[in-house]
């Protein structure tokens, strides 16, 4: 029987490249992208259902959630892969600074909304991160947002470290009673995610210069594949952080179960959740 995986992100890059894979080996899959054109056009092309929703903006999260609950009794799979690079630091209708909001609070608000659906399905939540992480971030769980110190680069490593840090946290709270999470490094793909960034950035991504340095949209996906496929406790750990389907070092931080709960509680009450729906 198919099992139900929902894919953030997917109206381009590894997220539609998943999507494929996944599609074409059996699964049901449900695309969500941020641009109305390119969704319909991934999912048009494999004849399944899409969804919309800006991560920039939270109230379209918590209707994404509404509308996945209404629509799906099962969800076997939950991938939290949107993300992107931004430029100059700016803040979102909520408040929040964008790099932070649309990589790590929007994929943070969906799947604390999806809880109880996920706990019954026991399902996979998949976290794509990034080997940022470790190499740009200087994570303060105190200034989160990085109104003392900001640059593109550094935000989006601390995004992609909060992301590590969500999966373990996740997992410390609900690994016993039947959610898997699981984050990964899906290499240095050649995508539009940097489309709004500026500087080194987005010459890495878009010159023909370093075009040698990336690999392909499907190799990404492929990694991505490899997980949703993938049986928790045999093929990858649960709390794990992956890269070419292999456990990788990231931050030491990410070690630290103590920041993982401060970020956690943060997030919660940066997204205005109960103390019921943001878990214990």
């Known amino acids: 029987m198919p099992r139900t995986i929902i894919i953030t992100g997917a109206s381009d890059g590894i997220g539609a490249a998943s999507a494929r894979q996944l599609h074409d080996a059996g699964e049901e899959v449900v695309v969500v ?3 109305p054109r390119k969704t319909a056009a ?3 092309a494999l004849g399944v259902a899409s969804f919309v929703a800006d991560y920039s903006d939270l109230a379209q999260v918590r209707a994404l959630a509404a509308a996945l609950l209404g629509a799906y009794p099962r969800i076997d799979v939950l991938v939290n892969n949107a993300g992107g690079i931004f430029g100059d630091r700016s803040l979102t209708a909520d408040g929040h600074e964008v790099t932070f909001q649309v990589n790590h609070l929007g994929g943070f608000l969906l799947t604390a909304l999806l809880r109880d659906r996920l706990l019954e399905s026991r ?7 990034s080997e940022a992480a470790r190499r740009f ?3 303060d769980v105190d200034d989160l947002e ?3 110190r900001y640059s593109a680069s550094t935000a989006y490593g601390n995004a992609k470290l ?3 840090l969500f999966t373990k946290e996740l997992h410390r709270r609900f690994g016993d009673a039947g ?4 984050a990964f490094h899906p290499g240095l793909i050649a995508s539009g995610f940097s489309a709004a960034a ?3 950035w987005r010459f890495l991504y878009t010159s023909p210069l370093t075009a040698r340095l990336l690999s392909s949209a499907e190799v990404g996906g492929s990694r991505l594949t490899w997980l949703a496929l993938g049986k928790p406790g045999v093929d990858w750990e649960p709390g794990g952080f992956y890269s070419n389907n292999r456990p990788a070092r990231t931050h030491p931080l990410a070690g630290d179960p103590l920041v993982a709960k401060k970020l956690w509680e943060r997030s919660a009450e940066m997204v205005d959740l109960s103390e019921n729906v943001a878990g214990h």
């Open 179 to 182: 959610i898997n999470a699981v």
């Open 198 to 200: 500026r500087g080194a």
């Open 123 to 129: 399902a996979t939540v998949i976290q794509t991160s």
């Open 137 to 139: 971030s200087r994570f």
């Open 42 to 44: 991934v999912a048009d």
């Open 33 to 35: 992208g941020r641009d």
């Open 146 to 148: 990085s109104t003392r």
């Open 162 to 164: 909060a992301n590590i």
